[in-house]
């Protein structure tokens, strides 16, 4: 199989490389400038901005919000995804179709008009705090992802071995845990690694859910580069991308990348 | 143990839809009970609601002298081989068969040397420690059917079990399955649509229409002596003639068909024949010769096709255009005369068209 390349393909290649890895190469060579702002070319080297993330207590104390926030964001979401999209692939045609769509809608509003929405609704009219707020935000927005991607394990699952499970003496609840849930244990861990990157990442509706004290780590970097413009932000994108490359990294070696773009 | 199974005055409904209409249906014990059908006759929806997946919306399912209907799945003791397997996929061959009995709380030791012997009786105990997904079709299914058989359940079902499979291997795995259906004395119902299949593995099938049991007996009695037109269609009887009779003499009995053609016939062959009957006759029922007059049909043949052992023709007659066939020496040119004569073996009677 000796294909011919035509020389727009890799000129297209390239490009998209180019643009795509480019700004990450700029970012992480500005990180260890030497300068007192973000400078690239890279002017000296230097770790110290790395070194002053973690002096910023305001970026220590968002990460941990962030992250707790993500993860408890993710489990909660799962723990409504899993059923709702167990539901709809195994019940799809004795429900209404419109429930189909009900899970995916979180992705179509756009996410600075559910944020605000969720202000109005929740901050203000119930007079929740913070952090549940964010909460109830970051579950919803990733609730489609919990849907769609253990939706699509579940497409290749038989629901004819949950029903021999069953008439083998399994009762139905309990024939969910030990025959489904084992078979579409990547799509879960797939899932839950999307939720979670997209709640960690997440602007928009945070932007209008915190306040004063609380805040996440994407909020509170816009936050920092408003006041200074040293190199900081760029060592402490640095330490996010190694984060989400590790991340990656450890989906590859259990489930293969190629289950997200099947 | 295994039970007998007996089904009274069912209806079932998907949603508005009605799609069993008071099935009765007894099963003894020890007995392998096919439902043979088209695709949505409702053989699969009888076999779900035996199973348990399926609510009745009236009649009673009785397992033994337990009315089963309202039982949940889970408790019924009934075996299920699926046509898809229906394997466990993240467990051992050993694991998928033990499971039933590890529902049933047996302990560890107990439960290896049960599922190594059923292992064993099905051919499949080198595989022990495979995964489904490393078996072929037919030891996938032979997993299934010692899965189903290690719990020693009350009742087997089968739905399609080998329609997956080649037909080489349908073959072999269908007389498996009445082995070990018959050493364990298991009481089954199987569905399959498959004719050939149900009349070799059953004691009786049931053939069903509709959601209703056209007829329900032994295969020889349905091949030979179905009760009704669409039975009679099903087991190949695909000519049928309205006939009355006109005399009854000591040595013969005269008939007509419709379109005015008069038949004699011996009533050694055809038994009692009532005044108006319908004339099922498969198309070797019905063979053509040469030559007018007699007590035959007149038929003028065309569209000759030779099938190895005889000749098919298409005949036009007083009754209409009929498929029949003939012999191997001096076959009928395209366009000739002759005269169609009955083969009691290959026909049947049916009751007149209300």
């Not at chain 1, 890279?42 to 002053?52: A, I, M, N, T, Y």
């Not at chain 1, 899993?82 to 995916?104: C, D, E, N, Q, Y």
């Not at chain 1, 009219?125 to 935000?137: F, K, M, R, Y």
């Not at chain 2, 009679?232 to 009854?248: D, H, I």
Request: net charge neutral.
């Amino acid at each position: 199989m000796t294909a011919r390349r035509s020389p727009w393909l890799s000129l297209a290649a390239f490009a998209v490389y180019f643009f795509l890895l480019g700004p990450l190469v700029i970012v992480a060579a500005s990180a260890v400038s030497d300068t007192e702002y973000l400078a690239f070319p890279p002017e000296g080297f230097s770790l110290r901005w790395f070194q002053r993330i973690f002096e910023v207590s305001a970026f220590l104390d968002t990460f941990w919000i962030s992250l707790q926030i993500a993860v408890a964001g993710t489990v909660l979401a799962l723990a409504v995804g899993i059923p709702a999209a167990f539901a709809l692939k195994r019940h799809g045609v004795a429900l209404p179709s419109w429930m189909g769509t009900f899970f995916v809608l979180p992705i179509l509003v756009p996410e600075i008009v559910f944020g605000f929405s969720l202000l109005r609704s929740v901050s203000v009219a119930l007079d929740l705090p913070i952090v549940p707020t964010l909460l109830i935000g970051h579950t919803v927005i990733v609730l489609p992802y919990c849907v769609r991607v253990v939706s699509a394990s579940l497409a290749n699952f038989d629901f004819s071995a949950q029903e021999a499970a069953i008439s083998l003496g399994c009762p139905p609840v309990r024939s969910f845990f030990a025959v489904v849930l084992p078979n579409i244990r990547a799509g879960i861990l797939a899932a839950f690694i999307l939720a979670f990157i997209t709640s960690l990442n997440n602007v928009p509706v945070s932007l209008f859910l915190i306040g004063p004290g609380v805040s996440t780590l994407p909020i509170q970097m816009l936050i920092y580069v408003e006041n200074f413009f040293d190199p900081t932000i760029a060592a402490l994108s640095v330490l996010l991308m190694v984060l989400t490359v590790v991340v990656m990294a450890v989906v590859e070696k259990t489930l293969g990348l190629g289950y997200f773009v099947r | 143990m295994t039970q007998s199974l007996s089904l009274a005055g069912i209806d079932a409904h998907y949603g508005r839809t009605q799609v069993l209409f008071d099935l009765d249906l007894d099963i003894g014990r020890g007995e392998l009970v096919s439902l043979l059908g088209a695709s949505g006759c409702g053989k699969t929806t009888t076999l779900r609601l035996v199973a348990g997946f399926l609510p009745p919306s009236s009649g009673t399912v009785m397992l033994g002298d337990q009315d089963i209907a309202r039982l949940p799945a889970h408790r019924r003791d009934i075996g299920l081989v699926f046509q898809n397997y229906a394997l466990f996929p993240h467990m051992t061959v050993a694991d998928n068969v033990g499971f039933g009995l590890k529902q049933r709380g047996m302990a560890a030791a107990r439960r290896r040397s049960l599922v190594a012997d059923m292992l064993a009786r099905v051919g499949l105990d080198a595989f022990a420690g495979r995964y489904p997904a490393a078996l072929s079709g037919g030891q996938k299914q032979r997993v299934a059917l010692a899965r189903a058989l290690v719990i020693k359940p009350s009742l087997l079902l089968f739905d399609e079990p080998l329609s997956n499979l080649d037909a080489k291997l349908r073959i072999d795995m269908r007389v498996e399955i009445r082995a070990l259906q018959q050493a364990h004395g298991t009481t089954a119902l199987y569905v399959t649509h498959d004719q050939e299949e149900a009349f070799s593995i059953s004691d009786r099938v049931a053939i069903m229409e509709g959601g209703r049991i056209s007829q329900f007996d032994r295969p020889e009695v349905l091949y030979r002596q179905p009760a009704n037109a669409f039975v009679a269609r099903f087991v190949g009887f695909e000519t049928q003639l309205p006939m009355a009779v006109t005399a009854r003499g000591a040595d013969h009995v005269a008939v007509t068909a419709a379109g005015g053609a008069s038949f004699r016939l011996d009533p050694a062959d055809w038994g009692g024949l009532p005044d108006r009957f319908v004339l099922g006759a498969r198309a070797e029922g019905l063979r053509v010769e040469a030559g007018e007059g007699g007590d035959g049909l007149p038929a003028t043949v065309h569209t000759r096709t030779y099938l190895g052992r005889q000749y098919q023709y298409r005949a036009d007659t007083p009754a209409g255009p009929l498929t029949v066939t003939g012999g191997m020496t001096a076959p009928l040119e395209e366009g000739e005369r002759g005269t169609i004569r009955l083969n009691p073996e290959q026909c049947c009677i049916l009751p007149a068209a209300a």
